[in-house]
């Protein structure tokens, strides 16, 4: 019986430590979350709201974004579909990180959104003006201090037939690809889905903190464990319409 007990206890705390999806270990270990919140732009409010867009991290606009646990802010745009779409990426120290958008939301209250942009058709069932993305892969990458020589996002496009292979490849991410990552001076590289109408599309926000791009971007691409990760996951995606390779760069606001 004594034995029986004490399996169920160790058996218990092995599920405490063990039990979660990589996700679930994540946000229940990590002090910091990464969230990226995405919206359509009204065609005539290009201009107005890149300008809104560019100042909120700057002064008064900072400061209440940091009292909400927003924090490391950067914004994106790409025409998707003939569409404008944004997305706003941040770091959050929230203790919810579904609670994000509305962190966001509650930090900008001064700004009429609803002016501005026209929301995800998912955005209203959360009582929301932006969307958060679904988050579904963290590599921490590069483990230093030193200020990022550059920010950036891509964007392509799933296959339906191949979401469930992608999402199970980013569930267990390749120890090689994830050292790869920290070698080319590459940290905090965050991947979100969404649906938007019929097309389930992928975006990638990353950081790079090294001093000679070209070098780490050879190392990365001629890399043994990176080109037989990608003979796997290209086969999930597809290029937006036009584009020849798979990930499309997107314009930095600012």
């Known amino acids: ?35 990226a ?3 359509k732009a009204k065609p005539e409010k290009i201009e107005a709201l890149d300008s809104t867009l560019s100042t909120l991290g700057q002064g008064s606009a900072a400061k209440a ?32 990180y579904l609670q994000a958008a509305d962190s966001f939301d ?6 009429d959104w609803g002016e501005l942009v026209e929301s995800h058709s998912r955005a209203g069932r959360y009582g929301n003006t932006w969307l ?14 030193k200020k990022a020589s550059k920010k950036y996002a891509m964007v392509t496009r799933i296959k339906p037939e191949r ?27 965050s991947i979100y889905l969404v649906e938007i109408e019929d097309e389930i599309y992928e975006f990638f926000y990353v950081e790079y903190c090294g001093d000679d791009p070209q070098r780490d971007g050879k190392l990365d691409k001629t890399d043994p464990a990176n080109q037989r990760w990608w003979s796997y996951t290209d086969k999930c995606q597809q290029p937006l319409p036009g584009e ?4 499309s760069m997107m314009e930095k606001v600012e």
């Not at 705390?13 to 999806?21: C, D, E, L, V």
Request: glycine residues 8%; aromatic residues 16%.
């Open 1 to 35: 019986m004594k034995k029986c007990f004490l399996f169920s206890i160790i058996f218990a705390i092995a599920n405490i430590a063990f039990g979660f999806s990589a996700y679930e270990n994540f946000l229940r270990t990590a002090d910091e979350t990464h969230a």
């Open 65 to 96: 974004l940091k009292r909400e646990g927003v924090s490391n802010l950067s914004v994106y745009k790409r025409d998707l579909g003939g569409d404008e779409w944004y997305m706003v990426y941040f770091d959050y120290s929230g203790e919810d």
């Open 244 to 247: 020849e390779g798979i990930w």
């Open 106 to 111: 509650k930090s900008t209250k001064a700004v």
């Open 132 to 145: 958060q993305m679904e988050w579904i892969c963290f590599i921490r990458g590069a483990k230093t201090a």
């Open 163 to 189: 979401e469930m292979d992608y999402r199970l490849y980013h569930q267990s991410v390749w120890p090689g690809v994830s050292d790869q990552m920290a070698r080319g001076n590459n940290r905090n590289f």
């Open 37 to 39: 919140l995405i919206a």
